[in-house]
């Protein structure tokens, strides 16, 4: 029996904006007074994402916890510090690639966003791909593998380290960096998921 087929958006992306950074800054001010949903009352600062504007590689993950809701920066707190290693292990640098999350403002409690919370800010982080213009998507965890793949039954379990496909752009999904933390001997597998995704980008891992 042949395998299942891997998911896939086919939806073509909008026309590339000519000055993508200017297009990110004007996303990030449309985030700042959104209210189209129930994550606003409670945030402290919107976090829309940050890095290179023109970066070939995306990590996107879910939403953001109490260190980057205080700080409107994504990805700063221990997840953050373990993201960022992983980012340097690849060859690159921080502000080399773009992270951002699914949802832009933080779920009480570190949650999982809601259905609706995730329809209502998918489009910001749709228009930052096409702003983008990735070669590769790395998706950290089910909630931005569900999201952009528009399927709430997919696991990142079976899925990590598969090539996806999203809008003609490749897609690997790897586990969140807070699942590694509580669950060292994942980092293994998830190495192994980046170097896939170094390959799509005709890299390899730097001499240790």
Not at 62 to 72: R, S, V
Request: hydrophobic share 40%; aromatic share 4%; charged share 25%.
């Amino acid at each position: 029996m042949p395998a299942p087929a891997l998911p896939s958006v086919t939806t073509p992306l909008p026309p590339a904006p000519s000055d993508p950074e200017a297009a990110l800054r004007a996303i990030a001010q449309e985030i700042a007074v959104c209210r189209a949903c129930a994550l606003c009352p409670t945030r402290t600062n919107t976090v829309p994402g940050e890095g290179d504007p023109k970066a070939e590689l995306l990590f996107v993950g879910e939403g953001p916890g109490a260190d980057e809701d205080a700080q409107g920066r994504p990805f700063v707190g221990k997840a953050g510090d373990l993201l960022t290693k992983m980012i340097e292990a690849m060859g690159f640098r921080r502000d080399q690639v773009f992270i951002a999350n699914v949802v832009k403002c933080r779920p009480p409690g570190n949650r999982v966003p809601e259905p609706a919370e995730a329809a209502a800010c998918l489009p910001f982080l749709h228009r930052q791909i096409a702003a983008i213009r990735p070669k590769v998507i790395c998706t950290l965890g089910n909630t931005p593998l569900r999201a952009l793949m528009g399927d709430d039954k997919l696991g990142i379990t079976r899925l990590r380290g598969q090539r996806l496909e999203w809008r003609g752009i490749p897609l690997i999904p790897t586990f969140h960096p807070a699942y590694l933390l509580r669950n060292p001997p994942a980092k293994k597998p998830c190495w192994e998921d980046l170097k896939a995704v170094l390959a799509l980008l005709g890299k390899t891992p730097p001499g240790r």
